[in-house]
Nanobody, 123 residues
Framework: QVQLVESGGGLVQAGASLRLSCAASIHTFSSYAMGWFRQAPGKEREFVAA????????YYADSVKGRFTISRDNAKKTVYLQMNSLKPEDTAVYYCAATTASSWLRRYEYDYWGQGTQVTVSS
């Protein structure tokens, strides 16, 4: 059974940093590309960032490019999202997800999802 467990969310002020972690119980974790999505109240879940199975390729939404960094440690079966210069509009529940698809930008391309971790940025 595959499980993804996010952690590291919290309440911070604008301009602060947070690092989210996603621990995966996937036997072949290094075969999966991993992504982070977020969902704000009243809005659809949106793509934030993705990383290839090897970590050699990364992709970001324009809204977070230059502020967020996705990384992974295959030995620890963990993916991270370093979030710097946080803004109030970054407030959302953040989800990690795993996929074996060749494209990683859309929700339907992901096979497994975590329960999410709340990030709240105050102004």
């Amino acid at each position: 059974q595959v499980q993804l467990v996010e952690s590291g969310g919290g309440l911070v002020q604008a301009g602060a940093s947070l690092r989210l972690s996603c621990a995966a119980s996937i036997h072949t974790f290094s075969s999966y590309a991993m992504g982070w999505f977020r969902q704000a109240p009243g809005k659809e879940r949106e793509f934030v960032a993705a990383i290839s199975w090897s970590g050699g390729n990364t992709y970001y939404a324009d809204s977070v490019k230059g502020r967020f960094t996705i990384s992974r440690d295959n030995a620890k079966k963990t993916v991270y999202l370093q979030m710097n210069s946080l803004k109030p509009e970054d407030t959302a529940v953040y989800y990690c997800a795993a996929t074996t698809a060749s494209s990683w930008l859309r929700r339907y391309e992901y096979d497994y999802w975590g329960q999410g971790t709340q990030v709240t940025v105050s102004s």
